[in-house]
């Protein structure tokens, strides 16, 4: 009788052990939010303007400009800068990555559809545009975590000041500058430093 208990309890530990496993797959894999320690930027999965998960591996090889953007800001024009920039660049293996997100001011209030629409109608925009996250405060997103952490990002750490902060990404998914919103897309600091290493071997 012992013997059959104990087969039992063994069959119970090892059926709940292996369900345990599959949930924290599961779940590792499907939450963009999960607490995992990443080594790069193509370590997050992201939803996209229109609700699809996208993972960032998929940029791997490209030069990335990663923005978080406004539609009500005083530096919203720059919408215009970055997909001239975007249009310049991207036959080089170039792109923006835009993140709207309402942390400032509330200048980004609009709905991902709404979002969407001002920007493809006022802009243009063909550059992929990700769903609305925060990149500040106790609900940052893991994204922005990882851009602004000390620990993750030494050289270009700090919290984001303002609407369109811009990370630039080497083709090795390194952070290799910074630029504030003062900084125009189509400007020619940060051309350079898009020139630069697009040209890197």
């Known amino acids: 009788m012992l013997k059959i208990f104990s087969g039992f309890l063994i069959a119970i530990v090892f059926t709940t052990?292996?369900?345990?496993?599959?949930?924290?797959?599961?779940?590792?894999?499907?939450?963009?939010?999960?607490?995992?320690?990443?080594?790069?930027?193509?370590?997050f999965k992201m939803k996209d303007i229109d609700g699809n998960d996208v993972k960032l591996k998929k940029y791997k090889g490209n030069v990335l400009l990663v923005v978080n953007t406004a539609s009500k800001c005083g530096y919203t024009p720059q919408y215009?800068?970055?997909?001239?920039?975007?249009?310049?660049?991207?036959?080089?293996?170039?792109?923006?990555?835009?993140?709207?997100?309402?942390?400032?001011?509330?200048?980004?209030?609009g709905t991902a559809a709404?979002?969407?629409?001002?920007?493809?109608?006022?802009?243009?925009?063909?550059?992929?545009?990700?769903?609305?996250i925060s990149v500040v405060g106790q609900d940052q997103d893991p994204l922005y975590s990882y851009l602004t952490s000390k620990e993750t990002n030494p050289a270009?750490?700090?919290?984001?000041?303002w609407n369109f902060n811009k990370f630039l990404i080497d083709r090795d998914g390194k952070i290799v500058a910074r630029f504030t919103s003062k900084d125009k897309p189509d400007g020619e600091a940060v051309k350079q430093a898009i020139e630069k290493y697009l040209t890197a071997k």
């Open 114 to 132: 709404e979002i969407k629409e001002f920007c493809t109608l006022k802009y243009k925009v063909t550059f992929p545009m990700f769903a609305k």
């Open 80 to 109: 215009e800068g970055l997909q001239t920039t975007f249009d310049k660049y991207k036959e080089r293996g170039f792109y923006v990555l835009g993140f709207p997100a309402n942390n400032f001011g509330g200048q980004e209030p």
């Open 17 to 43: 052990a292996i369900a345990f496993a599959v949930f924290h797959a599961y779940f590792m894999e499907n939450s963009s939010h999960a607490s995992v320690a990443v080594k790069s930027i193509y370590d």
């Open 156 to 161: 270009f750490a700090g919290d984001i000041t």
